[in-house]
């Protein structure tokens, strides 16, 4: 692996930088070419042919900008095409679902697993898959939560409406008594201080931002890739689409971290 | 126009079967070809160039199938594409704003209207300068209200939260004393119990799917355009996307109404 290189990371959209800005965090020197397919968002409706063509777009377009590493940072991307990524890619891939999973199996006592994300990533049931081919006996309490994104995406990160959907999504799993969350969403870690507050003394909140950003650093170490420079790096902001109404998301996902978007093309004529 | 051809009505989803229910209520005898670029919505946060493009392919699609009129019942394409749409096609073409706005128009007493709808919708300004153009002295309090489309698609239709985020979104344009409310969004008509209900006496309320279904009977009466048929028929449903969760929308905005829903393609190579 060429430790100079920048890493690669994709998105239906801008919930990605969520992940851009934890593995920035956790490793400042590193470059990163992030890519939203903003032309495209969202992926999480669309059918497993759809999101794997766009995925494969995606992933061409920053191999083509020559990173080191692609780190999917979209669910329904990593369910729906990150093994066909891996063999089509020379370079690792890495999808945001693994890290999420593997954090949460070290995490529970109970045994009791709770899941919340879009409708097609838990649909998708690659969460659910994952748990159980690590470990057949623990129990998942999945349930879709798709009015969290428009949310977080109003600002309501402290909110009363934003505390009883919560209260109402979160019962049946409280109920059950799990005792791990998992955030299956690249939106949902900045519902975190508000989850602490609320949930955090009855159960341990598992984000997928950072766990994926710490399997980034594992996957340079053991490929001798970290970058040599000490100097912090920015965010090059790549997006299929004019950002528009997403400018002021970015600005809060990403504050001064990143370039100003380039728009670009990964549709193959 | 003849007769005896079917009505296109196109949106970038399924929330223009909203449109297509009301224009099938009220002309029942008119056959309808539906199409929803489920491949590519939602079109309210793509670029004015972006959604023209696709607005132009779904228009052409419908052209070919052999329609008499066409009806954009997508507040963003017929904001962003109508003028362009109404020059290319050689059938008329009908946009779902300028009805709403006209009812709007003579339902307003105190001058004052509120207008709600997506990010896309309220920032594109097509709303408020439509009803501009008509009367320059109206006082226009215009909101985007987004997390009413996924409460829809939540099925959350009589439930505190959205009574709440109703509540929420509607005060600042009580409190300046709008007397009429533009639901400036195809979704919206199946929260009209609950506004009706809540607001029904303080605000009168238009939804741009029967004002837009009105529109079209005109036009048909005016072209000499009515399906002379008595028969009772059915919507013609196709989409750019397997549907996925989106069946269960399909069922609840629909019914019986539409055929099973069939997979086409209008992107260009």
Redo the contacts between chains.
């Keep these: 692996m060429k430790a100079h290189l920048p890493l690669g990371i994709f998105d239906s959209g801008v919930g990605g930088l969520t992940v851009a800005r934890e593995v920035h965090r956790q490793l400042p020197c590193e470059s990163i070419v992030y890519l939203g397919d903003?032309?495209?968002?969202p992926y999480g409706?669309?059918?497993r042919e759809?999101v794997r063509r766009y995925a494969l777009e995606d992933a061409r377009f920053l191999s083509e900008q020559g990173v080191k590493l692609i780190v999917v940072a979209c669910n329904t991307a990593t369910a729906f095409a990150l093994e066909r990524l891996e063999e089509e890619m020379e370079v690792p891939v890495i999808g945001v679902i693994e890290p999420g999973v593997r954090a949460a199996l070290e995490a529970t006592q109970s045994g009791k697993i709770g899941i919340i994300g879009t409708?097609?990533t838990i649909?998708s049931r690659a969460y659910q898959d994952a748990l159980a081919r690590h470990n057949g006996d623990i129990e998942i309490i999945a349930r879709p939560t798709?009015?969290l994104?428009?949310?977080v995406?109003?600002n309501w990160l402290d909110h009363?409406?934003t505390r009883?959907?919560l209260a109402?999504y979160l019962e049946p799993i409280l109920s059950q008594g799990a005792d791990t969350l998992v955030l299956a969403c690249t939106h949902y870690p900045l519902l975190l201080p508000l989850l602490e507050r609320e949930y955090g003394d009855r159960i341990r909140l598992i984000d997928s931002a950072s766990t994926c950003a710490a399997m980034v650093g594992e996957m340079l170490e053991a490929h001798d890739g970290k970058n040599p420079s000490s100097a912090t790096s920015r965010i090059r902001l790549c997006l299929t689409?004019?950002p528009?109404?997403?400018r002021d998301l970015i600005e809060r996902f990403l504050g001064d971290r990143a370039s100003k978007p380039e728009l670009v093309k990964v549709e193959k004529?």
Tied chains: 1, 2.
């Design positions: 903003t032309a495209r968002v409706n669309k059918s759809a409708y097609g649909g798709p009015l994104v428009p949310l995406e109003e009363d409406v009883s959907v109402e689409d004019d528009g109404q997403s004529d």
